[in-house]
C-alpha cells in the first residue's frame, strides 16, 4: 500500500512540476530598428528594390501552438523608400498606393502552420487600397532564448489589389509580379504571462 502511494505521489508531483514549468511567452515585441519589410520589381526591364521605412506588428506565437497564434502588420505606405527621387514621389500618388485614400497596408494572419525544421506559414489576409486577398506567408523561425528571428518571401500580382492604375495597369512598363521580403527581429515580452504547456 505505502508504495502505491509513493507512486502516486510522485506522479503527482511530476505533474505539478510540469504544470508550473516556465514556457516560452506567446506575445512578441517586435524592434523596427532592426527589422524590415522590403519589395521589389521590375520597371522597364531594370530590376529595383526598396523599403518601407515605417511599419508596426503585434504577433502572438507559441511554437508548441503554432495554430492558435495571431499576427497584425501595419505598413506605412507613404514611407516607401527605393531610392529613386521619381519613383519615390509617385508611389504615394493615386495611381499607386493611393496613400490619401488608405495610408497602411495590414495583413493579419489568423493562425500560424508548423512546416517543419523552422519552417511555418503565416495564413491570412492582406489588405491594400481598400482591397483584402487571402495570403499565406511562408518564413522560417530561429529561436534563441527569449529572442526570435523570422525571415520570409511572398510573391504578389500588384494589380490584385489595384495598384498600378491607368496606363500603369498593363504591365508594361512595371512588371505586375512584385517581391515583398519580411525580416522581423522580436523579443519575448516580459510583461506577458507564459503559458504552460
Keep these: 500500500m505505502m508504495s502505491r502511494r509513493l507512486r502516486l505521489a510522485l506522479c503527482l508531483s511530476a505533474a505539478l512540476s ?15 530598428a532592426k527589422s524590415a519589410i522590403r519589395f521589389s520589381g521590375v520597371q ?3 530590376p529595383f528594390s526598396g523599403r518601407f521605412e515605417r511599419f508596426e506588428a503585434r504577433v502572438e506565437f507559441d511554437p508548441a501552438k503554432p495554430e492558435a497564434g495571431r499576427a497584425t502588420v501595419l505598413v506605412d505606405l507613404a514611407s516607401a523608400r527605393t531610392g529613386d527621387t521619381q519613383r519615390d514621389t509617385a508611389l504615394p500618388q493615386k495611381d499607386w498606393f493611393d496613400v490619401a485614400s488608405a495610408s497602411h497596408a495590414r495583413f493579419e494572419a489568423s493562425r500560424f502552420v508548423d512546416k517543419g525544421g523552422g519552417d511555418y506559414e503565416a495564413v491570412g489576409d492582406l ?3 481598400g482591397t483584402k486577398r487571402p495570403l499565406t506567408l511562408p518564413f522560417h523561425l530561429s529561436l534563441d532564448g527569449d529572442r526570435a528571428h523570422a525571415t520570409g518571401h511572398v510573391g504578389l500580382v500588384r494589380t490584385a489589389f489595384g495598384v498600378g492604375q491607368g496606363a500603369w495597369a498593363s504591365g508594361q512598363w512595371v512588371a505586375l ?3 515583398v ?17
Excluded at 510583461?191 to 504552460?196: E, I, S
Design 177 to 179: 509580379e512584385v517581391g
Design 18 to 32: 510540469g504544470a508550473v514549468s516556465p514556457a516560452l511567452s506567446a506575445s512578441w515585441a517586435v524592434d523596427p
Design 181 to 197: 521580403d519580411v525580416d522581423l527581429v522580436a523579443t519575448a515580452r516580459s510583461d506577458a504571462p507564459a503559458q504552460a504547456h
Design 44 to 46: 522597364v526591364g531594370t
Design 127 to 129: 489588405m491594400i487600397r
